[in-house]
């Protein structure tokens, strides 16, 4: 338990909090086991599900959907299929896993609920709004409101809501509102940190997809971009401290690769392409077609 899931809890203060845990720690030392390869193997097999996205390309990159136990951060432009893929995995969610779903909205309006119920009644799926839990935008003005919002979040899973995924979008928005100058970086890495840490607790402890949204950082210089591509196969950047980037699980870059169709004149299907760029994978990348049915491989006939 972290020690701000036990503040939120009891209502007593973080550093009373850090005590009790460093105190049951000492008295817990001998409950720490020690596994063999096979044992935890069998183990994650077990426990750890996936959410496909709607495209086997891209399921494959991520080793079969995006898994639970683990944080997947997607980033890229404006109109970069970001919140389109959320929507697809709630949807998701909901026909493979049987589980609810939360949303936080750190910007007005980044949640369509028709497209949602759009999407799943194309696909068969028996998705009732009561089955997502959401924390408005308009709560949503600071990291402290969105750290309330975990918390919130997981209290409603303390009274026994089974949540399967829980969406945030966009992560890193209200930090940009808050730490504006270059003299407040180590207090904004330091309040992500805090941010990450929950949700890591919140997908280990119940078996969680976790899914952060995060804007991007132009690179105006040609060795900055350089370095970009080299780093990451994209020319843009996730804003964020690196706290966030190595407490992410899966990183996937997201890009519109055209806004033409293989399905014929009429079509409103456009292409992207999806990079793993950090993961338990190696680096990979994936091409998907987005329309008004949801996400889906290329060249698909409808219907299939």
Aim: charge should be positive; include cysteine; hydrophobic fraction near 40%.
């Amino acid at each position: 338990m972290q020690p701000e899931e036990l503040k939120a809890i009891l209502g007593i203060s973080l550093k009373a909090a850090k005590d009790i845990i460093g105190s049951a720690k000492d008295l817990s030392k001998d409950s720490i086991q020690l596994l063999t390869g096979e044992e935890l193997y069998q183990e994650r097999k077990r426990t750890i599900k996936r959410i496909p996205t709607g495209s086997t390309s891209l399921d494959s990159i991520l080793g079969g959907g995006v898994p639970t136990n683990a944080i997947t951060g997607l980033f890229g432009k404006f109109a970069s299929s970001k919140s389109q893929l959320c929507y697809q995995l709630m949807v998701n969610c909901k026909k493979y896993l049987k589980r609810k779903i939360a949303f936080i909205e750190t910007e007005p309006s980044t949640l369509d609920l028709e497209r949602i119920l759009s999407l799943a009644k194309y696909h068969g799926v028996d998705l009732s709004l009561k089955d997502i839990l959401v924390v408005p935008a308009k709560f949503i003005d600071t990291p402290t409101h969105l750290f309330k919002a975990y918390q919130f979040i997981h209290q409603k899973i303390l009274n026994g809501e089974d949540i399967g995924l829980l969406v945030v979008d966009s992560f890193n928005a209200p930090f940009r509102t808050v730490f504006t100058g270059r003299e407040m970086l180590p207090a904004r890495s330091a309040e992500a940190g805090r941010h990450i840490g929950f949700l890591q607790m919140l997908a280990r402890k119940y078996n969680m997809a976790i899914v952060i949204t995060l804007q991007i950082m132009g690179v105006p210089d040609t060795t900055g971009q350089y370095g970009a591509i080299r780093d990451y196969g994209i020319t843009h950047l996730p804003v964020g401290p690196h706290i966030v980037k190595h407490g992410v699980n899966y990183w996937i870059a997201l890009e519109r690769v055209s806004s033409k169709s293989d399905e014929g004149k009429g079509s409103k299907a456009q292409l992207f392409r999806a990079i793993l760029i950090d993961g338990p994978m190696p680096r990979d990348e994936a091409q998907f077609m987005l329309d008004e049915i949801g996400i889906r491989d290329p060249r698909k006939s409808r219907g299939v």
